[in-house]
């Protein structure tokens, strides 16, 4: 199964093996097209399918497609653009790449959903069940909800509001970076602050951190995890978490009302 990763400043695409979760082959980028149109974005995805489709073991050439894009995105459709050109605003992604791919099956999905659902599925979630908070800590903050196994779509959990601040102003990596705190004031005010209210809003039974901070566990957790009852976890997948999770998302293992958002 294929599956297409739309990131501010790269396209990943990749062919996944849904039994494993693993990519069969390297996966192959595109830098983003600027400006980064519907246009632009569905001529770029037509041309990661066309490598990724000539390739050994390649899927069958009618077979869907998953898509994960920066945004809000219900029943195929994208709703905010925080991040992306505004024109994207009410345009249905699946039928953009479906029109750009011959009318092949398409199957879009919010980006850090799909990450969370990849690493809930196959990564440090497997076989877990309960509420999973999958949590990325990068240039915003993303966030992933999935409860036994079923996705709770497009949270945000980035944009909550903690002391009057929007949450990744001050939690996330970029905003440590911004304000030059160490790692130890980052995170036993900051990143402290924004677990708990998560905890307490949610009562999550595991967290999973992802991001670029992840690597390095041993800078941040010792200042704060003593103090959140949730077990947290590091995650696993890295930078193939979007097309896996994509591939996923598109691949027939999920309920349909699921992935038509009605689950």
């Known amino acids: 199964m294929i599956g297409i990763d739309i990131g501010g400043t790269g396209m990943k695409g990749g062919i996944v093996d849904l039994r494993t979760g693993n990519l069969v082959s390297e996966r192959f980028r595109i830098p983003t097209p600027q400006p980064a149109t519907p246009q632009a974005i569905a001529q770029v995805a037509r041309q990661i399918v066309d490598e990724l489709q000539s390739r050994d073991l390649a899927p069958e050439p009618h077979s869907a497609i998953g898509v994960d894009f920066p945004a809000v995105v219900k029943n195929g459709v994208v709703f905010s653009a925080a991040n992306v050109d505004p024109t994207w605003i009410n345009t249905n992604l699946e039928q953009l790449i479906s029109d750009a791919l011959d009318s092949r099956a398409v199957y879009g999905i919010n980006d850090a959903d799909?990450?969370?659902l990849a690493e809930a599925t196959y990564g440090q979630g497997r076989d877990k069940?309960?509420?999973?908070?999958?949590i990325t800590l990068g240039t915003g903050i993303g966030s992933a909800l999935i409860n036994?196994?079923?996705?709770?779509?497009?949270?945000?959990l980035g944009h909550l509001e903690i002391d009057g601040h929007d949450a990744e102003s001050r939690a996330s990596a970029r905003a440590r970076e911004?304000?030059?705190?160490?790692?130890?004031?980052?995170?036993?005010k900051r990143l402290r602050r924004y677990f708990q209210h998560v905890e307490a809003l949610f009562s999550p039974d595991l967290f999973i951190i992802g991001g670029g901070i992840s690597k390095n566990p041993e800078k941040f957790m010792p200042y704060f995890e003593d103090e959140i009852r949730t077990p947290m976890v590091m995650a696993t997948l890295r930078n193939n978490a979007g097309i896996?999770?994509?591939?996923?998302?598109?691949?027939?293992?999920l309920p349909e009302r699921q992935r038509r958002g009605e689950a």
């Open 114 to 116: 799909a990450a969370g």
């Open 244 to 253: 896996v999770g994509a591939a996923l998302w598109a691949g027939g293992m």
């Open 148 to 156: 036994n196994g079923v996705l709770v779509p497009n949270t945000e």
């Open 129 to 134: 069940m309960g509420l999973i908070a999958v």
């Open 178 to 188: 911004v304000h030059e705190l160490s790692w130890k004031k980052y995170a036993s």
